[in-house]
């Protein structure tokens, strides 16, 4: 729930109730940051603090409109390590398989709420045809992530179609430039692409973004912060009737880190909402830069 605003009053048991905590109640148990407010809240992190500082703030949520694919191995909903099945917890039915035991060598962390996927296993995991997305000319795709090197990965998601068209190819990044790639819906000529020279292996947040209509046609955000961007309309082709591959291109070119989610939106996602989600994973990983976007 969101707190109430000034001047309405807000109370200590409205902070229990959205935050948790435990009786007596005392106000610096609230510093954003610490073991009951996470990061992205809005409110101080030491020093002066007061109920005011939570006027209309509330736990970050993640946006669900348009959401068509949500996986995630910090919920044990995603993957219980009893199988391969990676399950979408979008309501939409969207699984992916791996293809590979763990005796190939990847690994899953529960406790860490990633898997491990080394570039040397080289596993894909298969998801439905890409048409189950419910994608036309708009997308989002968001995921946190961190690379094992900035040269030895490849794409981390790929959708051809049936006639071999790049429908989503996101590469983070790609080994032979070390650039972080998005590809979408782009033939032979690869004129629907935007990239740019990655500098860090360190966890990071990531949003490619598609838009038919926007001053911003192709988009890369890394953590809140633009990165790369499309200003001229796209040229689009292909037709959404092709397989779905994760940590691989379907081929040999697998991508080589940890991964601990990934949503699929079948829209371009608004400043808005982009700010609400960055805000969702920073209060779950914390290490993530305080940046907003714009």
């Known amino acids: 729930m969101v707190l109430p605003t000034i001047p309405s009053p807000i109370s200590f048991n409205n ?7 435990t009786n007596p109640v005392s106000i610096d148990q609230y510093y954003e940051g610490g073991s009951l407010v996470p990061a992205g809240v809005g409110v101080t992190t030491s020093g002066q603090i007061s109920l005011s500082n939570f006027s209309g703030k509330s736990k970050p949520t993640y946006v669900a409109s348009g959401l068509k ?5 910090g919920k044990t909903a995603s993957f219980n390590d009893t199988g391969l099945t990676i399950y979408d917890i979008s309501g939409n039915n969207n699984n992916f398989t791996i293809n590979k035991a763990k005796t190939s060598g990847w690994s899953y962390s529960a406790a860490n709420g ?10 894909n995991a298969v998801g439905p045809n890409n048409s189950a997305f419910g994608i036309n000319s708009d997308v989002t795709i968001e995921f946190v992530v961190k690379a094992d090197t900035m040269s030895a990965s490849s794409s981390i998601l790929y959708m051809p ?10 590469h983070v990044p790609w080994p032979q430039d070390g650039n972080v790639y998005f ?12 990239n740019y020279p990655a500098t860090t292996t360190s966890l ?3 949003v490619f973004k598609a838009n038919s209509t926007s001053s911003f046609y192709m988009q890369i955000i890394q953590d809140n912060v633009s990165r790369a961007t499309r200003t001229t309309p796209m040229s689009l082709t292909g037709t959404w009737n092709g397989s779905t591959n994760l940590f691989n291109d379907g081929a040999t070119n697998a991508w080589g880190g940890y991964f601990y989610y990934m949503r699929i939106y079948n829209r371009a996602l608004t400043t808005a909402e982009i700010n609400q989600n960055y805000a969702e994973a920073r209060s779950r ?10």
């Open 15 to 21: 902070l229990k109730t959205e935050f948790n905590g």
């Open 69 to 73: 694919c949500y996986i995630d191995f």
């Open 114 to 123: 990633y898997i491990y996927t080394p570039f040397s296993a080289n596993i």
């Open 161 to 170: 179609d049936s006639s071999s068209t790049r429908m989503v190819n996101i």
């Open 183 to 194: 590809d979408f819906k782009t033939g032979a000529s690869l004129t629907n692409r935007v």
């Open 204 to 206: 990071s947040h990531y």
């Open 285 to 294: 990983f914390p290490s993530l830069p305080n940046n907003t976007f714009a």
